[in-house]
């Protein structure tokens, strides 16, 4: 990577500025991203201080908007946080990507981290580090640390913006479809080959045709018929003289 | 709600996102199988591509492929710009140019 022959310190270091630099990218998106959701949450009945607590603390978007409407309903407690464990069930399979690579820190650094590997902490780490760089640690937690922290400090930003702003902006603006931008532009170059084209075709049919499905647990029948289609793809043309896909 | 028990459910959510996006964080040294280990890598592409598509695909509680469907036709004008570009946020700003323009037009 870098023939500087820096210690162990060093690399960390320099690894933590890549990981801030490749989420800066990201940043815009997620600044408005965050602010939508901070004002959706005021404009719902929080008042401003129970929203900011949410935000700080829970720091989970698609299960606080989904949590919302119970809380205001007066819900029971065990009901809202059932549905907050519904919603944030997709992220079991996310940390399946990205965790085992930290193996090697203490539990509770461990259980620290996880609570930040959020969506585009997990599409950015494993294209600078793949399954078969696990057992090899430089970098990775400053990689990860760059990344995590940068999104959380986006998020919140935009967040409180969002809070404090909600009942200057008016929704119709749709400020928050740049959260989807971001993770479209995020998308296409993970698309490296027909395998994992095929599991984002039906990935994105599934949940198309799962949208009704309450809790967002359409989410993840998509993401494991996805893969499911994916390693399909991948066996049909993975045939011994087929010629190798992988661009 | 009083201040005590909005904070008291608040830190049972957080303990749901703790839980969630540190299973296997916590289970890291558990051994994984090799096929696991290789499904496990279409995992960004596909959950990414899962939570997008409902944005763009399903408008007021309906799949809708018209020209009304003022974000699905942002979101292939962002995808085209991103192609040329290779730019997420050039990406990001011609998809909202498009969107707003169409917005306002309609």
């Not at chain 1, 965790?99 to 494993?126: C, E, I, K, Q, S």
């Not at chain 1, 760089?133 to 935009?158: H, R």
């Not at chain 1, 075709?201 to 029948?221: D, E, R």
């Not at chain 2, 049972?12 to 290789?38: D, I, K, N, V, Y």
Request: glycine share 8%; net charge positive; hydrophobic share 60%.
């Amino acid at each position: 990577m870098n023939p500087l022959p820096a210690d162990q310190a060093d690399r960390e270091k320099i690894a933590l500025r890549d990981g801030i630099r490749t989420c800066a990218q990201a940043m815009p998106g997620l600044l408005a991203w965050g602010a939508v959701t901070g004002m959706v949450l005021v404009q719902s009945g929080l008042s401003i201080w129970q929203a900011i607590a949410m935000t700080l603390i829970v720091y989970a978007g698609s299960a606080q908007l989904a949590a919302l409407p119970l809380i205001v309903a007066g819900a029971p407690i065990w009901v809202i946080v059932l549905t907050t464990l519904l919603v944030n069930f997709r992220f079991v399979i996310f940390s399946a990507v990205v965790g085992p690579h930290f193996a090697h820190l203490h539990w509770t650094r461990r259980l620290w981290y996880g609570y930040f590997n959020a969506d585009l902490v997990m599409a950015f780490f494993p294209q600078r580090f793949p399954a078969h760089t696990m057992g090899k640690p430089v970098g990775k937690l400053g990689y990860f640390k760059g990344l995590a922290y940068s999104t959380w400090w986006a998020w919140e930003i935009g967040s409180l913006i969002g809070i404090l702003l909600a009942s200057q902006i008016p929704t119709s603006w749709g400020i928050g479809f740049a959260g989807t931008l971001v993770l479209l532009g995020m998308t296409i170059p993970l698309i490296v080959n027909v395998a994992t084209l095929a599991g984002v075709v039906v990935a994105s049919v599934i949940s198309v045709a799962a949208v009704g499905i309450p809790y967002k647990l359409g989410l993840v029948v998509a993401i494991v018929g996805g893969i499911a289609a994916a390693l399909v793809a991948d066996r049909m043309s993975s045939s011994p003289d087929a010629e190798e896909r992988a661009s | 709600m009083n201040a005590f028990a909005y904070l008291m459910l608040m830190a049972m959510m957080a303990a749901t996102t703790f839980l969630t996006r540190g299973f296997f964080f916590m289970l890291a040294r558990s051994r994984m199988p090799a096929w696991l280990q290789h499904a496990l890598g279409y995992v960004p592409a596909v959950a990414l591509a899962a939570i997008v598509a409902p944005d763009l695909l399903v408008s007021g509680g309906s799949v809708s492929l018209s020209w009304t469907n003022i974000k699905l036709i942002a979101g292939v004008a962002a995808i085209a710009f991103f192609l040329r570009t290779r730019h997420v946020l050039a990406t990001l700003v011609s998809g909202m140019v498009v969107f707003t323009a169409l917005r306002l037009a309609m």
